[in-house]
């Protein structure tokens, strides 16, 4: 699979691997258009089909993560992958991603590039990170990015930050529930490899099926989402990981994950 916008990597862990998809235009500090939406899709679809991966971490080349929508392909343009879907189609599949996503913040994260943070599992960021959503100021409004923004940060918040258009830092990206954490630069690596690594090492299954539901509570009311979580666990329960995780509890030993 030949990439064009993006790098996708692999690596060795505890348990299986990490793969880390690294937005590649830095002359334009990775600013997303179709053509990278669509090559989004097709990593996170490999990584999905990799039963070796355990989880995804997501992040940018040349200092940024990616400083919003790429103006000048907002229409359209070719791509040397076949066509999966658009930046609607790559935000629902973040969402609904069966393994964990870890986005990896330097620099701007922006309109678009923000969407990608909040639609990813944990977001980690470097303390001089700057974070947006500046649409307004082109007489433009996120209308995508909202649908993943409402499900992390305050109403109230949120239409403040969506009105005024203003940058904010990685300490209010926190405070907002934007990022899990904001660090100094020197220290982002190593924080995202432990939790890339740390998640690694958790049942697939359980992480698997876990995330499945998350995603779909998140659109149910209660009286809806419970009976669905009480089947799920009712599932859950009767897969080999449940019940080597409750063996090696009873046997106080490490448990061996098969994936099924």
């Known amino acids: 699979m030949s990439f064009r916008t993006l790098t996708y990597e692999t690596r060795a862990v505890e348990g299986g691997a990490v793969a880390t998809v690294?937005?590649?235009?830095?002359?334009?500090r990775n600013a997303i258009g179709p053509e990278m939406a669509n090559e989004l899709l097709h990593a996170l679809a490999r990584a999905a089909d990799d039963g070796e991966v355990r989880a995804l971490v997501l992040t940018?080349?040349?200092?940024?993560?990616?400083a919003g929508g790429n103006i000048g392909q907002m229409s359209g343009g070719d791509g040397a992958l076949d066509f999966k879907g658009d930046y609607a189609d790559l935000l629902?599949?973040?969402?609904?991603?069966?393994?964990?996503?870890?986005?990896?913040?330097?620099?701007y994260a922006m309109g678009g590039g923000l969407g990608l943070a909040a639609a990813s599992h944990f977001a980690l960021a470097a303390d001089d990170a700057?974070?947006?959503?500046?649409?307004?100021?082109?007489g433009l409004f996120p209308m995508m990015i909202?649908?993943?923004?409402?499900?992390?940060?305050?109403?109230?918040?949120?239409?403040?930050?969506?009105?005024l258009g203003e940058k904010l830092t990685a300490a209010d990206g926190v405070r907002l529930g934007l990022l899990n954490r904001a660090l100094p630069g020197a220290e982002l690596d190593a924080a995202v490899d432990a939790l890339a690594g740390?998640?690694?090492?958790?049942?697939?299954?359980?992480?698997?099926?876990?995330?499945?539901?998350?995603?779909?509570?998140?659109?149910?009311?209660?009286?809806?989402?419970l009976p669905m979580l009480r089947d799920a666990l009712a599932e859950l329960l009767g897969?080999?990981?449940?019940?080597e995780g409750i063996a090696a509890f009873l046997q106080k030993r490490k448990a061996a994950w098969t994936g099924r």
């Open 239 to 243: 897969t080999e990981d449940a019940q």
């Open 198 to 225: 740390a998640l690694a090492t958790r049942s697939p299954t359980a992480m698997r099926r876990g995330l499945r539901a998350w995603a779909r509570q998140g659109d149910m009311a209660m009286e809806h989402s």
């Open 130 to 138: 700057v974070l947006g959503t500046p649409e307004i100021h082109r």
């Open 22 to 28: 690294t937005l590649n235009v830095p002359d334009k």
């Open 92 to 107: 629902l599949a973040m969402v609904r991603s069966p393994k964990p996503i870890v986005a990896k913040v330097r620099g």
């Open 146 to 163: 909202m649908a993943v923004l409402s499900r992390v940060v305050p109403r109230r918040q949120l239409l403040e930050m969506m009105l």
């Open 60 to 66: 940018g080349a040349g200092g940024h993560f990616c």
